[in-house]
């Protein structure tokens, strides 16, 4: 059974800095391209940032210059490291793997961001 388990949200000012970070198990994690996506209230779910798994990264151009996405197969473990942190990034974050038909996601983690 696949299992993506978050970690890493919480509260920080404005400027702060915060990384996520999503171990997952039950599959060949290597094999996934991964993400984040982020959901704030009243909000759709929106893709943050993106890394295949051959490594080509993309990110969201709210984002762009600020997060960024890596992986560490060896330790099934992928990260988003956010900088420069805005009010409006306030949001759950979910991690996200993606091969073929087979899609799973973390349960959440709260990022808030106060001014």
């Known amino acids: 059974q696949v299992q993506l388990v978050e970690s890493g949200g919480g509260l920080v000012q404005a400027g702060g800095s915060l990384r996520l970070s999503c171990a997952a198990s039950?599959?060949?994690?290597?094999?996934?391209?991964v993400g984040w996506s982020r959901q704030a209230p009243g909000k759709q779910r929106e893709l943050v940032a993106r890394?295949?798994?051959?490594?080509?990264?993309n990110y969201a151009d709210s984002v762009k210059g600020r997060f960024t996405i890596s992986r560490d197969n060896a330790k099934n473990t992928m990260y988003l490291q956010m900088n420069s942190l805005k009010p409006e990034d306030t949001a759950v974050y979910y991690c996200?793997?993606?091969?073929?038909?087979?899609?799973?996601w973390g349960q959440g983690t709260q990022v808030t961001v106060s001014s």
């Open positions: 890394i295949t798994s051959s490594g080509t990264t």
């Open positions: 996200n793997i993606q091969r073929f038909s087979n899609d799973y």
């Open positions: 039950g599959t060949r994690f290597s094999l996934y391209h």
